[in-house]
């Protein structure tokens, strides 16, 4: 296990900042909150803070809060400046206190808590009576990107720095769908999978390295890492070939949007 957690770089983590932000309106779009009726927005996992914008200008009479585990990611959203307010907080301990929001977001968030389908409840729990929950999170976690990383990371010698090292995952999304509507909720929850073109040199390690590759580089020691980030960018290359439009990263992602049975003033009308 890693002595430390590890640490997250915001403008590393922004090198696809427009590929990373598209699914968070979509999930958005399928919210019909109404604005003038939301007076308080939960961002769990908010990051650099870069999507608050979706979120101030979607609910402008509303209280935003994010919150996010990592101190760097909370700094960065702070220093932008946009109205939120942001602390660094563990979603568990957020979900150990009593406030509650009248739209709940989490995203590209939850497939880094262990068995999160756990959290569910008191996910809705701690939204308003007739409020809403907003859930994205990636699932390609069967793509070359994520594999090819696992594998190399199982292999001598790196595979005693990196055993029980942080490593995201999450189910499909009909596995949402039954959770949320046993706990009495309306849901719609749909997949996606994105083609995301990229450019320049080995596009698909800058990727990974700023979100799911991140733990397990920063788990090897410095004499390991360079030799561990050269491999895995020569078997990326090989699984995703450049095109004539770029290299072409297929991304498929899990949205889910539940509405919290109850009469609570942030309904905007089921769909």
Not at 176 to 184: F, K, M, V
């Amino acid at each position: 296990m890693p002595a430390t957690e590890p640490t997250w770089d915001p403008a590393r983590y922004l090198a696809y900042a427009d590929e990373r932000s598209r699914p968070f309106g979509e999930l958005l779009a399928r919210v019909p909150a109404d604005a003038d009726r939301v007076r308080t927005v939960v961002d769990l996992g908010c990051g650099p803070g870069h999507l608050t914008p979706l979120l101030t200008s979607r609910w402008p009479g509303a209280t935003v809060h994010g919150l996010d585990s990592s101190p760097e990611m909370v700094e960065a959203a702070r220093r932008r400046g946009d109205g939120a307010t942001y602390d660094v907080a563990d979603l568990r301990d957020w979900l150990a206190g009593d406030e509650r929001a009248d739209v709940l977001v989490t995203n590209a968030t939850l497939q880094w808590v262990p068995d999160h389908l756990g959290l569910l409840p008191a996910l809705v729990e701690h939204v308003s009576p007739g409020g809403w929950l907003a859930i994205g999170v990636p699932a390609n976690f069967d793509e070359p990107s994520h594999v090819l990383r696992e594998q190399l990371a199982a292999e001598e010698p790196y595979a005693e720095h990196t055993g029980g090292v942080a490593s995201p995952a999450a189910p499909g999304a009909r596995a949402y769908h039954e959770s949320l509507t046993a706990l009495g909720c309306a849901v719609d929850a749909w997949e996606t999978t994105y083609l995301h073109v990229l450019a320049g040199e080995d596009p698909v390690f800058t990727w990974i390295s700023g979100t799911g590759a991140r733990p397990t580089l920063q788990a090897l020691p410095a004499d390991l890492r360079p030799g561990f980030e050269s491999e895995l960018k020569a078997r990326l290359r090989a699984a995703y070939p450049p095109g004539p439009a770029g290299v072409v990263m297929p991304f498929r992602r899990v949205f889910v949007v539940a509405q919290v049975p109850g009469g609570g003033a942030a309904t905007g009308g089921a769909e």
